[in-house]
């Protein structure tokens, strides 16, 4: 059973570009959430979806980004217009969902804005 | 406000000698509580985790944590340190009964000296 798969694992984009992040999450795991890294911080969350739904955006920036878990394929997080204060580390999580339960994590997307 | 602050950001300790990493944190009811690890360019792994029962929790590599409600402290222990254990350490929690939007530390890096 494959870890989460995040793509690409690295991410170089010029101001102004747009950024998409994809990850897969584990087989049997509808929920998915997205946690950004900036340097030498911890981890902070940006947004929590199920399939076809986004639960909660409260930690995703208004303008910008966006979010989508398709019925089918992986995870989305897209960000238009980046700049260099976008430059992070991007962490997927999923889990089966409900219940004591952990979230897992990817090895994440490391975005750098040039 | 719910946090988790890990005091310290930097700990250096010579091989075999013991490590105690603190976890502090501020939330409205007993959270779930977790500690992950990452290495130099790698994700998190998940070192263990308290859901309920048993506060002294024991984890993967050696490690274990203590659940103190009194003190809102869940330190992360291990009685001998390798060498392969330098990397950043992350305190989090997560709401009850659920995965949803934990909250991190910024992290507590972790040199080991041989």
């Known amino acids: 059973n494959a870890g989460v798969m995040q793509n690409p694992r690295h991410l170089v984009r010029r101001r102004g570009q747009e950024a998409r992040l994809r990850c897969s999450p584990m087989?049997?795991?509808?929920?998915v959430y997205w946690y950004r890294q900036l340097p030498e911080e911890g981890l902070k969350f940006m947004v929590y979806l199920q399939k076809e739904n986004i639960i909660d955006e409260s930690g995703m920036p208004k303008e910008r980004f966006s979010a989508e878990f398709p019925k089918e394929g992986p995870s989305i997080l897209r960000i238009q217009q980046v700049v260099r204060g976008d430059s992070a580390a991007y962490f997927c999580?999923?889990?089966?969902?409900?219940?004591?339960?952990?979230?897992?994590f990817g090895q994440g997307t490391r975005l750098t804005v040039v | 406000a719910q946090s988790v602050t890990q005091p310290d950001i930097h700990i250096t300790v010579s091989e075999g000698a013991s490590l105690e990493l603190r976890c502090n944190y501020s939330y409205g009811a007993t959270p779930y509580l977790f500690w992950y690890v990452q290495s130099p360019g790698q994700g998190l792994q998940l070192l263990l985790k308290?859901?309920?029962?048993?506060?002294l929790v024991q984890g993967i590599k050696g490690f274990e944590a203590e659940f103190k409600r009194s003190q809102s402290s869940f330190n992360l222990r291990k009685p001998s340190v390798h060498w392969s254990d330098a990397a950043e350490y992350f305190c989090a929690v997560g709401r009850p009964g659920g995965t949803y939007k934990y909250i991190f530390g910024t992290g507590t890096r972790l040199k080991v000296l041989a």
């Open positions: 999580a999923s889990s089966p969902g409900g219940g004591n339960t952990e979230a897992f």
């Open positions: 308290y859901f309920s029962g048993d506060t």
């Open positions: 087989k049997g795991h509808s929920h």
